[in-house]
């Protein structure tokens, strides 16, 4: 029997074709998962060798986008929906509801199936106890997501208790106007941040920068096991900001929150943001980084961890040290005759 697999978000084409022996009909999906992505790394090997290159030499590449998701889920970072190819008309099902262990595969020459990843940043963060700190996570999201269109996109901010206004749009701009962050313009015609608003953002971006300053060195990274050193800023390697935010106590929503926010990932949004504000679709969107990452071992990553602060810590000595000298310079240059002619 074979059985072709093929994940979302993939080319048409990438897909990994699975030959089972006749001995392995009636195998449960759920052990054939197992039996392609193990978990032990040996046997993935075994996997790799199996592989006819020769075939379709983009084989490895396509194993590793599957087996990241697999990580994922086994992780608890996303579900896994199965269903026929798209269009074949049948529904997607979660995987445990399709392919209980005990319910073999159908007996045909081949079976295709479609992997889709479910995530769902928001769930994760209630099962984690990630609260950005915040007694409300949502409220604050909401909160900032409003600041920010107001602020950056000059955007006006509706009118309270207005009739055409979502009871959940009323309630956040109830919240700004009793915090003092925004209020009406002279005219009634707009809004305007106030000076309380004004030092709320301040916060939001002095704390964004220290993020920056701290972990960006984290956004690509790759790991030589020949040399057992971490490669930073290659242009090709991880993002592993969001496990290095856990392993150090940080927040990854906040975190992920206050990036996005500075990096303009919100701006494609402003044309529909009073819509937007009170939807979880919309922050599981945004804050899909925070579940859709690499699954990296837990020793591995503080190593990764301590080379990467050490190595900035030795960048930031350097630059204060030829600060240093060149503010002495400076101040040599200044004295006449300091030197013979």
Request: proline share 6%; charged share 30%; hydrophobic share 40%.
């Amino acid at each position: 029997m074979n059985i072709s697999l093929q994940l979302a978000g993939l080319p048409a084409d990438a897909v990994l074709e699975v030959r089972l022996p006749p001995e392995s009909e009636g195998v449960g999906l759920e052990d054939l998962l197992e039996w392609v992505f193990p978990l032990d790394e040996e046997d993935q090997t075994l996997v790799h060798e199996s592989f006819d290159l020769k075939e379709n030499p983009d084989l490895p590449e396509i194993y590793e986008s599957f087996l990241g998701v697999i990580e994922q889920s086994r992780a608890g970072l996303c579900r896994i929906v199965l269903s026929e190819q798209p269009g074949s008309g049948m529904p997607a099902k979660e995987m445990q509801e399709i392919c209980p262990a005990q319910e073999g595969l159908a007996s045909a020459d081949s079976v295709s199936l479609f992997l889709t990843p479910i995530y769902d940043a928001l769930e994760h963060a209630g099962e984690q106890g990630y609260d950005a700190g915040e007694p409300d996570l949502l409220e604050w999201l909401q909160l900032c997501t409003a600041i920010y269109f107001l602020d950056r996109h000059e955007v006006p901010l509706p009118k309270p208790d207005s009739q055409g206004n979502d009871f959940g749009l009323n309630q956040v701009v109830e919240r700004i106007l009793s915090l003092g962050l925004a209020r009406s313009s002279e005219d009634g015609e707009g809004s305007e941040i106030t000076a309380e608003g004004r030092r709320f953002i301040a916060r939001l971006l002095a704390e964004t920068e220290t993020c920056i300053d701290r972990y960006d060195i984290f956004s690509d990274v790759v790991w030589d096991d020949d040399t057992g050193q971490a490669l930073f800023g290659t242009g090709n390697g991880d993002d592993l900001r969001v496990e290095t935010f856990i392993a150090e106590d940080v927040d990854p929503v906040r975190a992920v929150f206050l990036l996005r926010l500075y990096d303009g990932s919100l701006d494609g949004y402003v044309a529909d943001w009073e819509n937007l504000v009170c939807s979880r679709d919309f922050y599981n969107r945004i804050l899909e980084p925070v579940v859709d990452r690499s699954v990296t071992p837990a020793d591995l990553l503080d190593e990764i961890a301590d080379q990467g602060l050490s190595l900035l810590e030795d960048t930031r000595q350097l630059y204060a040290e030829r600060e240093s000298n060149a503010r002495i310079a400076r101040r040599v240059g200044d004295l006449p005759g300091s030197f013979p002619d």
